[in-house]
């Protein structure tokens, strides 16, 4: 399994990196301890349309899709000539640019629970910000939370992973989970008058149950506290209004990044007027907040995505031709108690499992192996993007089945664990209704 040689580059190149730069990587998703070295490749050179090459110059068809943000495809020729022009123009001014307007606007036509918009780098700054914004026009502290939501303080107080962070937080954000009304109920009962906002992932691995997300938004009104979607990852990838247009849920406020400008780094948070005007009175502001290939970027991304409605339906034809054909092949195989392909269409996710019903991370970093093996680049979901064509899906499903094949028979020989040595460890086990970053 995998070919120690055909990764010696990679591992000299991991020596050289561990002795100046912590965790070898700038995102932790991303980082060599992610995956099994000397078996994988560690570090990637280049990227176009669905295909990465890494540092040795060997070329995989990519499903992480940069962790999210390339909807439209890697080098997409629209978003990457909109960026050269605007560079002739200039990066950053003293002043706001006009394309700021031009952007929001954008953002406000397409997305339902949009009448005002500020602009942020990181999904973290939309995340943050729209929490601030919650607790200053409620003048309340308590944060209630489903799911990932980045990596500033009152979130990251929540996680396995928050050394650095003042304890004293932990008493302000509490988790509920994902089609379980009971749960958040419950905490609103605990701390009566005293919560500002609930933030969720309005979808991640299961799909709503009934009216969960109408009734989550009921019961946050009705208890005085806001609604906030996060949809960093739904965002401009479920619709082009995002998944509160899919499920027809507006929130008061929102939060985006991720595929807003297919890899440039730009977030956003977007909300009803009454509520975004409370943003006047909280300090949100950023050197780079308005910052112009970023802005030129999103600018392509949103035209495109508003003028041909058939980037996102595509994107969900793939999604659902490989998520319907991994399942096949699960069931084919008999693996259906071990393994499974949930979530959404334009971001499948695969899930592992022990006998006891505990995920497996060795299972999970066995598939993987096998998966890049035969030359694609994946790590737990597929990021389904605009460039990703049948041929891609029918070569995906092989290798897919042809994977699943082998892992059985590593079952069935009691050899997963000999096989994948030490597992990778996640960045964090999340908490209810949450997943791993
Ligand atoms: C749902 C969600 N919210 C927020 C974030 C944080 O975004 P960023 O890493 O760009 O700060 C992420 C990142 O993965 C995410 O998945």
Known sequence: MGDEHKYAKHLLHYERVRKIIPNQSQ??????????????????ARAKGAYIWDITGNKLLDYMGALGPIILGYADTVTDNAI???LKDGIIFSQPHPLEFEVAKLITQLVPGADMVRFGKNGSDATSGAVRIARAYTKRDVILFCGYHGAQDWYIVSTERSAGVPRMLKQLVHGFEYNNLDSLEKLFTKFPGKVAAVIMEPAYA??????????????AHAHGALLIFDEVITGFRWSSGGAQKYFGVTPDLS?????????????????????????EDVFFSFTYGGECLSLAAAKAVLSELKRNPGILKHVWRMGEKL???????????????SIACVG??????????????????????????????????????????YAHREHHIAFTLRAVDEALRKVKHDIAEGVVLKKVGRSIAPVFAMHAGGKKA
């Open 27 to 44: 995102t932790l998703s991303k980082s060599p301890g992610q995956f099994r070295k000397g078996t994988m490749p560690l570090f990637s």
């Open 84 to 86: 050269k022009k605007q």
């Open 255 to 279: 939060c985006f990044g991720k595929s807003i400008a297919n890899g440039m780094p730009l977030s956003a948070i977007a909300g009803t007027r009454t509520v975004m005007q409370k943003t």
């Open 206 to 219: 299961e799909h709503p149950k009934g009216r969960f997300l109408a009734d989550v938004k009921r019961l």
């Open 323 to 337: 998520q319907k054909g991994i399942q096949k092949s699960i069931e084919s195989h008999g693996l259906s108690h």
């Open 344 to 385: 959404f269409p334009p971001r499948p996710i695969m899930q592992f499992y022990k006998d006891n019903g505990e995920s497996s991370p060795e299972l999970r970093a066995l598939f993987q192996q096998y998966i890049i093996d035969a030359g694609i680049l994946y790590s737990t979901y597929w990021n389904i993007t």
